[in-house]
T-cell receptor, first 112, second 112 residues
Framework: DGGITQSPKYLFRKEGQNVTLSCEQN?????MYWYRQDPGQGLRLIYY???????QKGDIAEGYSVSREKKESFPLTVTSAQKNPTAFYLC???????????FGEGSRLTVL | GESVGLHLPTLSVQEGDNSIINCAYS??????FIWYKQESGKGPQFIID?????DKRQGQRVTVLLNKTVKHLSLQIAATQPGDSAVYFC???????????FGKGTTLSVSS
């Protein structure tokens, strides 16, 4: 079945460590996105990419990095520069011509 | 700045009642609006969308109304069921294929 796969579902890290969250889609979508969700909050945009080898910062990009080397993959690295990384991270994708985003099941990162 | 908000953070209804979830947006240039449902610990799921050239769109048990004059969006759920209990987000964009801006969400609780 087509869809978006995020891994790992749960992740723990120590302060000062970088961690990379995986996002893979087989929907042949051009655009991919990373959002962060905190308890009781809406989704805030971290980074997005509308085409391979190109990406743009969202509202809260500081402390994060991404790459888009392949159409189907958009990994997110949470660096040690991110001061409050504990959150629920959601990856999404869409066709460039439409607006609907398809979401993965999320990755919950906890910094110990 | 651009923002999408919801009037009420929580809504409690009885099973079988109709539910109305409201959302106000501030960007007059937004031309695409979408409602998502998010169950606990999962990614958001698409419910229904509407473009700015329409003021009403119906799906299965759901209706979205758009009032561009007052920049208001609502989601109506008919015959609400316990399985409808979730957090509902509205989102907007001002260009197809660009990142959606999300509101903070309304938690719908349905009691039997």
């Amino acid at each position: 079945d087509g869809g978006i796969t995020q891994s790992p579902k749960y992740l723990f890290r120590k302060e000062g460590q970088n961690v990379t969250l995986s996002c893979e889609q087989n929907l042949n979508h051009d655009a991919m996105y990373w959002y962060r969700q905190d308890p009781g909050q809406g989704l805030r945009l971290i980074y997005y990419s509308q085409i391979v080898n190109d990406f743009q910062k969202g509202d809260i990009a500081e402390g994060y990095s991404v790459s888009r080397e392949k159409k189907e993959s958009f990994p997110l690295t949470v660096t040690s520069a991110q001061k409050n990384p504990t959150a629920f991270y959601l990856c999404a994708s869409s066709m460039r011509e439409t607006g609907e985003l398809f979401f993965g099941e999320g990755s919950r990162l906890t910094v110990l | 700045g651009e923002s999408v908000g919801l009037h009420l953070p929580t809504l409690s209804v009885q099973e079988g009642d109709n539910s109305i979830i409201n959302c106000a947006y501030s960007n007059s240039a937004s031309d695409y609006f979408i409602w998502y449902k998010q169950e606990s610990g999962k990614g958001p799921q698409f419910i229904i969308d509407i473009r700015s050239n329409m003021d009403k769109r119906q799906g299965q048990r759901v209706t979205v109304l758009l009032n561009k004059t007052v920049k208001h969006l609502s989601l109506q759920i008919a015959a609400t069921q316990p399985g409808d209990s979730a957090v509902y987000f509205c989102a907007e964009s001002n260009q197809a294929g660009t990142a959606l801006i999300f509101g903070k969400g309304t938690t719908l609780s349905v009691s039997s």
